[in-house]
């Protein structure tokens, strides 16, 4: 069923899909707002603290025995990063009505509930109460801290960092750890207050009730929303490729390495781009896993992603540490393959198939449906997934090698352990 | 083909048994563009040793695992290849007990379901396919080795048991693996990959009868005996009460765990599993006063979590994340335990912690692979997941009070810790 997208009052649009062969309903309400290295702490704070209370349930435990009662609904606090902007709100994922043994209706107090959430939380001299802010601060001060917790995630993020070093794009999706060190409650109220009636308000919803009866929910749960100078979203700053690679070595007591690569893409063709990284990098059938991984056991994993608002390829891999030459000679001679067109039909024909596959069982599940269209609203896209399968089967292998050719070496990340630094 | 259709979940299933033995379940889906096939065989890192044709063998740890990886190989080339070719996303896993081979895909269905039953019934390796798979895991095992949560969970494990092969990592060690040859994986295949120890759980919109007449043409006519295996007798009594080790990590992580009576096959099974829930959200859920206690103490953050597993003639309670002082944190769900041991559980919180784990385990019914994994565990634990809504029915609040009493006891309690190496 295709997904319906109105707007429902001053900067707040709800995308709305109708769907009845979940188990549950999903809704989600979600600010969308530039991502500046200055507010991205605190704009990620912010979700956390309004999750500890609310005036009706003002502290954790009224509010778990709330969601337990409501047949064990789950509301997520997220934080995400979709192009330059971060978007920042509360995911409701509950049981269908038709499943609730006693026939209760669940839409409406789960609505009333993110509402609340947003528009009324509890508050203490005119702003968070202070152990809440504190607790949540050093929550996330941890968080951003325990990155390097899983090497793999902290070599990505690393090569981001480097080589978008001044861009927006170079903020991670939960702000610096010195910037989140130095919140302060007062401050974040008043940005809270600036956040709310200031940013564009994403609504979604999947699930079996009526469009009517959603919108009825929705515009009455969020009625005390303020709404002033509803900014406009912002659109990404072009990457400049770099004229020398950037090289980058990091030492740590660690037993595998991980290498990463960023490219800068030229082309603006999306799809032909998408499944040129596919080809390359973006599958279990892609150049990089066969070849690196399967065929020379290069690497443990290889694998590549597109990123389509500031058209960048990145490559992550985990590799022995006196294989680095061998796995970056490797990488780059299949991205070569990929440019002079070497390819088997079948790799074409594989590359096309994982991505309708993936477009076509996206329905399948509401969270995905959710991220994919906040994603879209975010950046200012329009496109449903069946749109894009469409454009998918169009591509020729001539626009795909026409794309990937645009595609430069921009910047080299390796993290080794200590002994080989030496 | 029998049909059986679950009113309070809105779920039906469709079961039939070949004569060779192998059971297969089909979970009709309308709607969904996705279908989803699950092949498995009931031999995990845990069955290292067991008899086959009346002699007892003692396998290199990690081997089930590697005979995972080695499965993909055929002799025309990859079935992963093969599958992904078709836009399949073909993957599979090695847990203590079982073996798992799955894909996903929305076109070709049937096609691709041939080719998943040939390969998982077919070996194919030859002795440098088999040396040089032994760099992968290499490389995998690293990886892990690098995984702090896994290093911790591990060690719980190791510290929790004495010789019950829980103890064993699944994908063994460098050292393990080494052993491993062409010819100790056709034996293992032999023994466990038969039409009888493996079960097919196929969900989505398909036609069951195609199902099963696919099945009965590409697997072999006869099934095999049962292999008799040896998890050696455990004692109650835990091995060591505390593990520790220094990593680079920001912060230090634990994981308490408490070693729990297991429960015999059938639906003690299953009944077993959803009380250890129960107990675990009555005890120290988002929603228990324990929670909420040592959240605002800042002893605890939402890294912090708890569930109960069972495997065979092994049951545990573990909950753990990251914390400044562990040790308090052990305590306190220490203290909490004997709490309600000696009060009881109010009916109260028992029925809101019971309302919610319904919602959470009908929320399970959205995943294919959720529902295709637990009832092929169900099948091989002899019991069915679908009657979840009357099992619950059947759990009192004494129940939960009765494990708590029995299994969360200090001398039950191993602490595993990972500190961030001194500056």
């Known amino acids: ?57 003002p502290d954790m435990g009224a509010l778990s025995m709330r969601l337990d009662h409501l047949y064990g609904a789950r509301v997520d606090y997220t934080i995400r990063k979709k192009g330059e902007n971060q978007c920042v709100g509360f995911v409701a994922s509950f049981i269908d009505d038709s499943f609730a043994p006693g026939g209760e209706k669940l839409l409406e107090p789960i609505a009333d509930l993110l509402g ?84 564009r308000l994403e609504l979604f919803y999947s699930g079996s009730a009526s469009q009517q009866r959603v919108e009825g929910a929705l515009l009455y749960a969020f009625s005390a929303l303020p709404r002033e100078n509803v900014q406009e979203l912002s659109f990404p700053q072009e990457h400049l490729p770099r004229q020398d690679v950037l090289r980058i070595e990091e030492a740590m007591d660690v037993t595998q390495g991980k290498l990463g690569m960023g490219f800068s893409c030229g082309s603006d063709d999306y799809i032909a781009m998408l499944l040129g990284n596919t080809l390359f990098g973006g599958s279990s059938n892609s150049k990089l896993f066969m070849n690196v991984r399967e065929k020379l056991s290069l690497c443990y994993y290889a694998s590549s992603l597109y990123h389509r608002q500031k058209k960048l390829i990145t490559v992550s891999s985990g590799i022995e540490f006196d294989k680095f030459q061998q796995a970056y000679d490797e990488i ?20 096309k198939s994982t991505l309708l596959n993936a477009y076509a069982s996206m329905g399948d599940s509401q969270g ?55 | 083909m029998k049909q059986t259709f679950y009113k309070r979940i809105g779920e039906s299933v469709y079961s039939h048994r070949l004569p060779n033995g192998l059971e297969i379940r089909i979970i009709p889906k309308p709607g969904y563009t996705k279908k989803y096939a699950f092949f498995a065989t009931r031999y995990g890192g845990m069955d290292t040793r067991f008899q086959l044709n009346g002699r007892w063998l003692d396998t290199p740890a990690g081997i089930a695992h590697y005979l995972e990886h080695k499965m993909f190989d055929t002799a025309e080339g990859n079935a992963l290849q093969e599958l ?46 088999v040396e040089k798979e032994q760099g992968i895991i290499g490389q995998e095992i690293f990886f892990f080795y690098d995984n702090a949560y896994r290093e911790i969970y591990t060690r719980m494990l190791r510290a929790m048991y004495h010789s019950s092969p829980a103890r064993t990592s699944i994908a063994g060690t460098v050292e393990s693996i080494s052993h491993i040859t062409a010819e100790t994986l056709y ?13 097919l759980a196929v969900v989505g919109d398909v036609s069951p009868e195609r199902i099963v007449e696919i099945a009965r043409r590409i697997l072999p006519a006869e099934g095999g005996p049962v292999i008799p295996r040896d998890y050696g007798t455990e004692p109650e009594t835990i091995a060591q009460a505390e593990t520790g080790c220094t990593m680079e990590v920001s912060c230090p992580q634990f994981l308490a765990g408490f070693k729990c009576r297991p429960a015999r096959d059938g639906e003690d099974y299953m009944r077993l599993s959803l009380i250890g829930d129960i107990a675990c959200d009555v005890l120290l859920g988002e929603s228990s006063p324990l929670y909420l206690r040592l959240y605002d103490r800042g002893l605890i953050n939402t890294s912090f979590g708890g569930s109960f597993e069972m495997m065979p003639g092994v049951a545990y309670l573990y909950a753990g994340g990251d914390s400044k002082d562990a040790r308090a944190v052990a305590a306190e769900i220490q203290k909490e335990a004997d709490r309600l041991a000696r009060e009881g559980v109010s009916e109260a919180f028992f029925q809101q912690v019971t309302r919610a784990s319904f919602g959470a ?63």
């Open chain 1, 1 to 57: 069923m295709e997904a319906t997208r109105k707007k429902l009052a001053e900067g707040i649009y709800l995308t709305y899909l109708p769907a009845r062969k979940f188990k549950t309903s999903l809704l989600s309400a979600q600010f969308v707002r530039p991502l500046r290295k200055e507010t991205a702490a605190a704009c990620a704070l912010l979700p956390a603290v309004l999750r500890r209370g609310t005036v009706t349930y």
């Open chain 1, 116 to 199: 609340e959430l947003v528009c009324g939380p509890v508050t203490e001299r005119g702003r968070f109460i202070n152990a809440y802010f504190e607790s949540e601060k050093t929550n996330l001060v941890d968080a951003i801290r325990s990155l390097i917790n899983d090497k793999r995630d902290y070599a990505d993020s690393r090569l981001l960092r480097e080589m978008c070093a001044g861009e927006p794009y170079s903020v991670p999706r939960l702000g610096e750890e010195s910037e989140a060190a130095r919140l302060q409650a007062n401050k974040l109220y008043t940005f809270y207050q600036e956040l709310i009636a200031g940013s």
């Open chain 1, 332 to 351: 780059l001679a299949q991205l070569n393959a990929v440019q002079r067109g070497d390819l088997e039909d079948w790799e074409l024909e594989s590359a």
């Open chain 1, 368 to 422: 995905k449906l959710e991220n994919f269209y906040l994603g879209q609203a975010a950046t200012g896209q329009s496109e449903t997934p069946q749109t894009l399968a469409r454009q998918v089967q169009e591509v020729t292998p001539e626009r795909i090698f026409r794309a990937m050719e645009t595609v430069r070496l921009d910047t080299v990340y390796f993290l080794h352990g200590k002994e080989a630094a030496e």
């Open chain 2, 84 to 129: 992904a070719k078709n836009g399949a996303e073909p993957n599979a896993f090695t847990s203590n007990a079982m073996t798992g081979y799955y894909f996903d895909s929305a076109e070709h269905f049937e096609e691709n379901l041939e080719i998943l039953l040939s390969f998982v019934s077919i070996p194919y390796f030859t002795k440098e396919s």
């Open chain 2, 187 to 199: 034996d293992c295949h032999k023994a466990f990959y038969t039409p009888s120890n493996m079960m």
């Open chain 2, 361 to 423: 385990n009908l929320r399970g019914l959205n995943s294919f692979e959720n529902i295709a994994v637990s009832l092929t565990e169900g099948y091989f634990h002899g019991y069915d997941p679908f009657r979840f809504p009357e099992v619950f029915d059947s759990i009192t609040k004494d129940d939960v009070t009765a494990f708590l009493r029995e299994n969360i006891l200090a001398e039950r309690m191993v602490l595993s810790e990972i500190t961030p190496p001194a500056m």
